[in-house]
């Protein structure tokens, strides 16, 4: 079942529909819960957890063997974490996780085109599905995003839509394209954010069913943040685990509108001005689920906090001399970590996740830029 997260309008989940008719985003409910003892005779992709993600035949699975990345531990700024190892997902970002759900569900739906928008990593995750389904995406693009993640996302077969202007302008543009199309967007789509359930379920799984004290997220348009959070959330409520982990949303401050209203205890984003930074995958000024990101933050008890330019490109050199290599947007998590410390709200008896997002080798032009080489 699909309800709206604004008006409660339902819909049955047998018809393609991406938001309700008043125009708001919808929730996916009345998805099963996997059997834990099952899982030792399931494939080591995050299909293990298919009564989890609200597709009904498993003939529509459409996957690239995505998931059950490591958990690797290791320390950073003095503090011992565990890194959940997203960046080594099949497109080099963890959006596979959301994409394998939300084209499996375009399968089963029958949708033979869509529109997607995306500043890079999410393109080319659906480019790829899409492909390999055998549907026909037309992906918009900025024009400014770089050279390499534009040739990822044409090689794999979508076709490229660049638009002038801000990141804001290709999101307009794709709303325009989806009146005659279908809109695959991972800041929309309820079956995106129940792929992102699964980061809970394997570091439960990973940990033994422990909960971690803390886990450490970047925040976007917030799909990552929420699905961990109800992956969580379902985790407590199977009774699978013992406790609710505290989240932290971490935003980079050139770009921080989720920061700026849990400061001010607001509901919904404020306005903001927005600067071009080092974090491009989680620069969106005005992101669609701010109301559920805020309320995950709250019901966890977590935090939002900040981190600059100068301690991403700082902490994603500290990574890649411990052999871990990621894109700059990646690194904020880690970044957090000092400042976390500094001020006493993590400490090293607590049992930190540090969510790893992005491939370094995606950014390349970028990292070369800044670095030389
Ligand atoms: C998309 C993305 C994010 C942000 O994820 P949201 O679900 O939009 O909050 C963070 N890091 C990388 C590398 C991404 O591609
Ligand atoms: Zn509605």
């Known amino acids: 079942m699909l309800i709206c997260s604004k008006c409660d309008t339902r819909y049955q989940a047998d018809q393609p529909r991406w938001r309700c008719d008043c125009g708001s985003y919808l929730h996916l409910s009345g998805t099963g819960m996997f059997a834990k003892a099952d899982l030792h005779t399931r494939p080591q992709t995050l299909w293990r957890y298919f009564e ?137 789509s309820p079956y995106f954010v129940a792929g992102l359930k699964t980061v809970a379920y394997e570091v439960a799984e990973q940990l033994d069913w422990r909960s971690p004290d803390w886990i450490v997220l970047p925040v976007g348009g917030g799909s990552l943040f929420i699905g961990v959070y109800l992956g969580w959330r379902e985790l407590v409520e199977a009774g699978y685990v013992e406790k609710m982990p505290r989240l932290v949303a971490v935003q980079a401050d050139n770009c921080d509108p989720i920061y700026q209203a849990w400061k001010q205890g607001l509901d919904t984003v404020p306005e903001i001005s927005k600067r071009e930074g080092a974090a491009e995958g989680i620069a969106i000024s005005q992101p669609v689920k701010d109301k559920d990101i805020l309320q995950a933050i709250r019901d966890s008890d977590g935090i939002a906090c900040t981190v600059t330019d100068e301690e991403i490109w700082e902490t994603l050199r500290l990574l890649a001399r411990r052999g871990v290599y990621v894109e700059p947007t990646s690194a904020a998590t880690s970044a957090a970590i000092k400042q976390l410390s500094a001020d006493g709200i993590i400490s090293p008896q607590d049992r930190v996740v540090v969510q790893l997002t992005g491939m370094g080798l995606k950014a390349t032009d970028k990292i070369v830029e800044h670095f030389g080489n």
Request: some cysteine; charged content about 20%.
């Open 52 to 188: 989890s993600l609200g597709i009904s035949n498993r003939d529509n699975i459409v996957s690239l063997g995505e998931g059950c990345t490591p958990l690797l531990e290791d320390e950073i700024y003095n503090q011992p974490v565990l890194f959940k190892m997203d960046q080594l997902c099949p497109t080099g970002s963890f959006k596979d996780r959301g994409t394998t759900v939300m084209v499996s569900k375009l399968k089963e739906w029958g949708v033979r085109h869509v529109v997607e928008d995306s500043s890079g990593n999410a393109g080319a995750s659906v480019s790829a599905y899409t492909s390999r389904a055998k549907i026909q995406a037309d992906i918009y693009i900025p024009g400014y995003t770089s050279g390499g993640k534009a040739t990822q996302i044409a090689l794999y077969g979508g076709n490229l839509v660049k638009v002038p202007g801000t990141r804001e302008d290709t999101a307009r543009a794709v709303l325009e394209a989806a009146e005659s199309s279908f809109y695959a967007s991972h800041n929309w």
